[in-house]
């Protein structure tokens, strides 16, 4: 396991999920991405606003960055910015979807972390000694996708943060920013793994969000024609046209808890089919 001390990272970000008020008057996600060493690592917390106004840093762009361990997180894949600010990140390179997205597939399916095709052996893995909260997931059937209705506004904690802001937003602070809004609905894949096991995840990726977002402009405030487009994405175009893996992340309370399945879908890894290779055997 890593020590506490300062280290020089470069990671492949591959993930960033919905944003959640904090009481530092700014909206926190939590990225993870895959090491040049091929493993996982959680980086946490990352102002939205850094990655949403200043373009530092996007998906599948390697970056590197000095983090240390978080003390206060047994998972083994958890990091912080040493520098909260994160004016040390030096953009390295991107990767492009050419070619079925080969260069993004041999970073996150040849050279990363193992993919796991068990839900048995996946939530093995996550328990004492690994404590493994990060994994590649690849099943061999999506037999839903759908949406809860959810609660439309910050609740408990995260409301206290935002009445928070609102005060520092009279002091003078960034009452220019609207906070990150709540989405009012709760998305899930159904799918089964390769034993047959049946396994029902939330998605809690930004882009899932971002989409719902965009289609309820577009639907001109419709929300049932918003979340058929998000439907239209994410199952007819997803698990009908791509060759669909998911990314999953362990919450830190239920990880803690040692839940019967900590794990939810933080991320979806979707690259184009490439009719003239098998599929199953492309990385095995």
Known sequence: MATTGKERKRVLITVKAYPLPSRSYDELVCTAGITEDGEWLRIYPVPFRFLDTSGKYKKYQWIELDLKKREQDFRPESYSPVDTSLEDIEIVESLDTHNHWMERKVIVLEDGPKVYKSKKKLIEDSKDPDNISLATFKPTQFTNFYWEEDERDWTGNFQNNIQQKDLFDERGG?????????????????????????????????????????????????????????????????????????????????????????????GVFYPTIDPNANQQDLFN
């Not at 024609?225 to 007819?236: G, I, P």
């Not at 997803?238 to 893996?245: A, E, G, I, S, V």
């Open 174 to 266: 960034r009452g220019d920013k609207d906070i990150v809004k709540k989405l009012p609905y709760k998305f899930y894949y159904e799918f089964l793994d390769g034993e047959g096991i049946s396994s029902k995840l939330m998605i809690e990726d930004w882009e899932i969000g971002a989409l719902y977002w965009k289609c309820l402009i577009r639907a001109d405030g419709n929300e049932k024609v918003a979340l058929q487009k998000v439907r239209e994405q994410y199952w007819d175009n997803f698990t009908q046209n791509k060759d669909l893996y998911l990314f999953l992340g362990t919450t830190l309370q239920w990880h803690m808890r040692r839940s019967r399945n900590p794990f939810v879908i933080i």
